[in-house]
C-alpha cells in the first residue's frame, strides 16, 4: 500500500512569518497536530502541538492573559519551526513511512512528489486504518497463527481446511520474525464462518499444524494453545 492512497490531500499549512499565535489558532480550528510551514509557496518546515507547548513562556501562568497573548503574537512560526523538514515521498510504501516516523520519532510528516512539492500530509493515525483494512478486522471475523514450516505449500494445507470448513479469507500476514530455523509464523484472519463448526475446525487445523492461538473477534473467544 502507498503513502497516496491514504494520506491526507486537503493540506493546512502555516506561513513562516505567521505568529506562534496564529498557529495554535489553525491547529485547535482544524484539530490537527502538524501543520506544514510554507514561505513563498516552498516547503520549509514544520510546527507541531508539541513544539507550541514547549516554545511557549515557561513562566506563563504567572502572566496576565493579555501579556500572554501579545508575547505569542510577537513569536513567529519560522522561529519555533523544525527544519529542514522530514517528510516521505507519495509513492513509498506504508511500512517505508512507519520506519520514517519510528526512526525520527515522530507521529506524522509532510508528503511531497517527485519535485518535492507539497501534496498531503501522513501521520500514524493513517497508518492504523491502513492497518486496520489491510488486515481484515472491521469484519469481526476469526482469526488462527500458526508456527508453520517454511517450505512451500505450507500454508495452503491450512488454507485448504479453512475453506472446506466455508472460511472466506480476509488477510494471511507471514513473518520470520520469533520463529525458529525453518518455520515462519502465519495469521489467518477469516470471516463467514459457522461459529457452531468453529471447534471442529480448530481440531483439525491442530491435526494439520502447530496452531498457536485463535481468536474470534465477534465473540471476543480468546483460545492460546
Known sequence: MLVKNWM??????????????????????????MLPVMRNGELVGVVTDRDLKRASASDATTLEVHEL???LSKIKIKDIMSRPPITVSFDLTLE??????????????????????????????DLF??????????????????????RPGSIKEVAD??????????SIL????????GHRRVYIRMYGLD???????????????????????????????
Open 174 to 181: 507471514s513473518s520470520y520474525e520469533n520463529a525458529p530455523e
Open 8 to 33: 491526507k490531500r486537503d493540506v493546512i499549512t502555516v506561513d513562516a512569518n505567521e505568529s506562534m499565535l496564529d498557529g495554535i489558532n489553525l491547529l485547535k480550528k482544524h484539530e490537527t497536530l
Open 129 to 150: 486504518r491502513a492497518i486496520l483494512s489491510v488486515t481484515g478486522l472491521g469484519k469481526r471475523g476469526v482469526q488462527f497463527a500458526f508456527l508453520l514450516e517454511d
Open 69 to 71: 497573548l501579545y508575547i
Open 96 to 125: 517505508e513511512t512507519a520506519e520514517v516516523l519510528l526512526k525520527n520519532q515522530i507521529s506524522g510528516t509532510p508528503v511531497v512528489d517527485h519535485d518535492g512539492q507539497l501534496v498531503g500530509t501522513i501521520n500514524q493515525t
Open 195 to 225: 461459529r457452531t463448526q468453529l471447534d471442529d475446525l480448530a481440531a483439525e487445523l491442530k491435526a494439520k499444524a502447530k496452531v498457536l492461538y485463535m481468536v474470534d473477534h465477534r465473540e471476543n473467544r480468546r483460545e492460546i494453545y
Open 161 to 170: 481446511v479453512i475453506r472446506k470448513y466455508g472460511g472466506r479469507m480476509a
